[in-house]
């Protein structure tokens, strides 16, 4: 019913999705997201409930509640002219999503540095000049979604609900 970059998404039980990670995912990633997920929603964060995580002809993924409702980015589409009042909710979506104290999540900078260390097409000085600008910024303790956009957000009867917390 929908892909992106890492996945598709398709119709599963009776109100349920499954998000399969394209081939080369390792089940490692479907648990990660799972857990983060679990945390998030019992956090009170505006996302869907997650399941378990489940093995496909050797594809993992995570059963996700189905959100019956239309992204931002499918308003806008459906409706360009709306795009400022489009954008407004993107807005309140983020901010919602600031507002929420989840204490048990791997700090960005933490996520950042791996990213950063495991990122082959940089040189060791390049590499290490990244992680030095990295360790003088600020630490905050706002929550930070990493790919907040209008296809990350679905409109649904609980109201906004954001999607695909990996990064």
């Not at 081939?23 to 998030?40: D, K, N």
């Not at 189905?66 to 409706?79: C, F, K, T």
């Not at 996520?111 to 390049?126: D, M, S």
């Amino acid at each position: 019913i929908a892909e992106g970059r890492t996945a598709e998404i398709f119709a599963w039980a009776d109100g349920q999705v499954l998000k399969l990670f394209r081939a080369g995912y390792s089940a490692e990633v479907s648990r990660y997201e799972a857990v983060i997920a679990q945390t998030l929603f019992s956090a009170g964060v505006p996302c869907p409930t997650v399941g378990e995580v489940v093995e496909v002809d050797g594809r993992f993924g995570l059963i996700y509640e189905r959100i019956d409702g239309p992204s931002l980015e499918a308003l806008v589409r459906a409706h360009p002219w709306r795009f400022a009042s489009i954008a407004r909710l993107l807005a309140e979506a983020q901010v919602a999503v600031q507002a929420c104290a989840v204490p048990d999540l791997p700090t960005r900078r933490e996520r950042l540095a791996r990213q950063i260390e495991q990122a082959a097409p940089l040189t060791p000085t390049l590499r290490d000049a990244a992680l030095r600008a990295l360790e003088r910024l600020p630490n905050g303790d706002a929550l930070c979604h990493g790919d907040l956009h209008l296809g990350n957000v679905l409109l649904s009867q609980r109201g906004l609900l954001v999607i695909d917390w990996k990064n």
